[in-house]
């Protein structure tokens, strides 16, 4: 294939022997073999290999040769030959021919590499390149030149090809692709918006959008009835090994439709992007609520290519004299399990006591583990002598356990924590012993999330405020009727990994107001926020529901990439940063007054400051206790106590000999006893300054800020 008189060198073939053609691209390799040069000539579309000899190459021509080194930038006339029998090279796919070259241009040198670009062998049998073993913030130092690499432009094209594939299917379903602004109004939709301050309007800011989600509301309401983008994203959230502060979104909704459009659509859709990269999803994809994901799988994207469904097991041991469990069941806790089949000799006692029960469990946050093995129809372990005959059968009947299976229990007073733990217990045991199928993918819809979440002020959107419940008779002043609600909200998700997210959106305006008022919003704020929006639903808005596909997951998931930054042109590292052009940095003070952003705080004081300047309510944060009033002056007396011998301390340091104790060092320890419950306790008199209470236990939280 010729372009604009230049060929290219991955596409010249055997019915192309005895042309002469013009080729330009990098060196790729070279190997010098005295009078004769072999190299390989790289660009966009492969590699083929081109010949120097004093045999068909005029002198200056090997002369030039000789000054070549890797990811110069050439171009060269030669004459296409096939390759001597046994010289072929199965590696690339011009290896049956070669180009003899009569002419060599150096359009461009290249300093010394910091890591080797070339990831083709140059003969049979031979050793390719790579940069397995180079760190990736030095790739991403160097992106121009990780970027050149077969196998990252492979992936970037084929990237473009799932998303062209998107278009193409799209536009067949009659959606109209629509672009949304960039710079917008920043709204409460999950995480941290970036924020644009404003030049022409000073102290005022715009936001990047974490999606289009009002927009494309708005479009529907607009009568476009059938919208999609491939839009750029930016969410300013926590660090994690696979996301990136901006990111590329599938975006489409549709008016007039209900969830079974979704489905039927989506699942074409998705099917028709991994069948780019040669994957066969099965349809229809199986659907599951979010009630059951997080019973069966501690997780709202379970990967159901295992097995290790969650077995519940408290009813088992409602009347049981195991006493850790009896605690726990006495308050409202749950006890549930999975039988790992045939894994006994892999799980010896000592991998499941000293390792996971003491080490691996208690890492995800339980305080341990219960576990019983299957030898010759009963079960063993530690614990099962404090089991009674009826719980023991119950156990064997219930796990379907067979010899050779290993039971794993997790107890404990908090439902979420049982289901969580174990989620995280059945990922690690599935990749540990192997019993992740290769090359299987597994499609599912999670659906019917709860609507809201609870805070510890009221509730929060579990998706966003604009999902449609799946019914409208509640009432916003109920918390504990909100949090059973469900939503008509719903999840693609594949092998674990959630790919997209939507749900059929409100078309009321008091419906909608309803959900501001579950949320605690007064009138004021949803004008502030949404009363554009608001407004808009005054106006006929039909009847709608959409979905996001996140395009990053998607093609990383399809080609089977390790991160999604191997198809993303130009990524952040994993804090955000930019290697490349080190991105975020400072900008001058004439930049920031021109913004009128040096005086930002001088109008009114930023939120909390004065709350930390009260040092008896930052104690009272910090420890997590409340003050009663007349506790307050004792308190603030001892403070002011502490403040006075500080200032004495610090007036005195190096001038005077450190305070200490004349009396010897000794520990004292309450005298031995029977344990006895505190009167104070039994009177409730222990707890009232908790600021919340879980059972009999003073309730803080997991860590302090």
């Known amino acids: 294939m010729m372009q604009n008189g230049r060929w290219d060198c991955g596409n010249v073939s055997m019915a192309d022997a005895g042309k002469e053609i013009h080729l330009a691209g990098w060196v790729d390799a070279l190997r010098d073999h005295g009078e004769v040069l072999f190299m390989h000539l790289r660009d966009r579309s492969g590699i083929v290999q081109v010949v120097f000899s004093p045999e068909f190459t005029p002198p200056e021509v090997c002369e030039r040769a000789r000054a070549l080194r890797s990811e110069y930038c050439v171009a060269l ?9 046994g010289t072929e090279n199965p590696h690339i796919e011009t290896g049956t021919l070669e180009v003899l070259v009569q002419d060599l241009s150096i359009l461009s040198r290249a300093a010394a590499l910091p890591f080797g670009i070339s990831e083709k062998a140059m003969v049979a049998g031979g050793a390719g390149g790579g940069v397995d073993s180079v760190a990736e913030e030095l790739r991403l130092q160097y992106r121009y030149l990780d970027l050149r690499r077969p196998s990252m432009q492979q992936n970037l094209a084929k990237r473009y090809r799932i998303i062209k594939t998107a278009r193409d299917f799209l536009d067949e379903k009659g959606f109209l692709e629509i672009e949304t602004p960039l710079l917008t109004k920043s709204t409460p939709e999950g995480a ?31 009568g476009f009835e059938r919208y999609f983008q491939v839009v750029r994203c930016f969410r300013d959230e926590d660090l994690r090994p696979n996301r990136q502060p901006e990111f590329t979104q599938l975006d489409l909704e549709a008016s007039f439709i209900d969830e079974e459009f979704i489905y039927e659509l989506v699942e074409e859709l998705v099917s028709r992007m991994f069948a780019v990269g040669g994957v066969t999803l099965p349809r229809p ?63 010896s006692k000592n991998v499941l006591q000293n390792e996971y029960a003491k080490e691996i469990v208690p890492s995800f946050g339980a305080k341990g583990m219960t576990w019983m093995r299957v030898m010759d129809g009963g079960l063993e372990s530690n614990i099962v002598q404090f089991f009674s005959e009826q719980e023991r059968h119950a156990v064997l009947e219930r796990f379907g356990a067979q010899d050779g299976d290993v039971i794993l229990m997790i107890a404990d007073s908090s439902y979420e924590l049982v289901v969580s733990a174990l989620g995280q217990l059945r990922l690690h045991l599935a990749e540990r012993l192997g019993l992740v199928p290769s090359g299987v993918f597994a499609p599912l819809w999670v659906t019917d999330f709860p609507l809201f979440e609870a805070t510890e002020d009221g509730v929060t959107s579990n998706h966003h405020p604009f999902t449609a419940p799946h019914r409208e008779d509640f009432n916003p002043s109920d918390r504990e009727g909100l949090l059973d609600l469900r939503s008509r909200a719903y999840d693609v998700v594949v092998n674990g ?54 395009m990053d997951r998607v093609a990383s998931m399809i ?39 040096l005086q930002l705080g001088e109008a ?50 190096g001038r005077e000999e450190p305070l200490f104790a004349p009396l010897p060092v000794a520990n004292r320890m309450r005298e031995k006893g029977p344990a006895v419950n505190s009167p104070l306790a039994a009177g409730g008199e222990l707890l009232k300054n908790a600021p919340a209470v879980k059972g009999n236990y003073f309730k803080v939280a997991s860590i302090l800020d």
């Not at 006339?77 to 029998?85: K, L, S």
């Not at 909608?512 to 106006?539: H, N, P, T």
């Not at 403070?639 to 610090?650: H, N, Y």
């Open 77 to 85: 006339n030669g004459r296409v030959a096939e390759r001597a029998p």
């Open 192 to 222: 941290r918006d970036y924020l644009v301050p404003s030049r022409h309007y000073p102290k005022h800011f715009y936001a990047l959008p974490q999606s289009p989600q009002l927009f494309k509301q708005l479009l529907m309401v607009a």
């Open 285 to 347: 994809f199986p659907r599951m609520t979010h009630r059951d994901a997080m019973d069966f799988y501690g997780t709202d994207r379970p990967d159901t290519r295992f097995a290790l469904r969650f077995v519940e097991a408290t009813d088992i041991f409602a009347d049981t004299q195991y006493s850790i469990f009896k605690q726990i069941l006495q308050r409202g806790g749950r006890i549930k399990g999975i039988n790992v089949r045939g894994q006994s000799e892999k799980l």
């Open 497 to 550: 990994e959630e790919l997209g997210g939507g749900s059929i959106r409100i078309n009321s305006k008091e419906l909608q107001m309803k959900i501001f008022q579950a949320l605690g919003l007064s009138r004021e704020e949803i004008e502030e926020k949404f009363g554009f929006f608001v407004r808009a639903l005054d106006y006929g808005a039909p009847p709608h529901g959409g979905l996001a596909l996140g």
């Open 559 to 597: 080609l089977g990439t390790s991160s999604i930054r191997e198809v993303t042109a130009f990524p952040k590292n994993r804090s955000a940063y930019c290697p490349l052009t080190q991105a975020p940095s400072e900008v001058s003070l004439a930049q920031l007054e021109e913004l009128g952003l």
């Open 604 to 653: 009114k004081p930023i939120p909390g400051v004065q709350e930390q300047q009260e040092l008896i309510e930052t104690l009272s944060w910090v420890s997590r206790i409340g003050l009663e009033t007349d506790e307050r002056p004792a308190i603030l007396s001892a403070l002011a106590d502490a403040r006075k011998l500080a200032e004495i301390v610090e007036s005195r340091a």
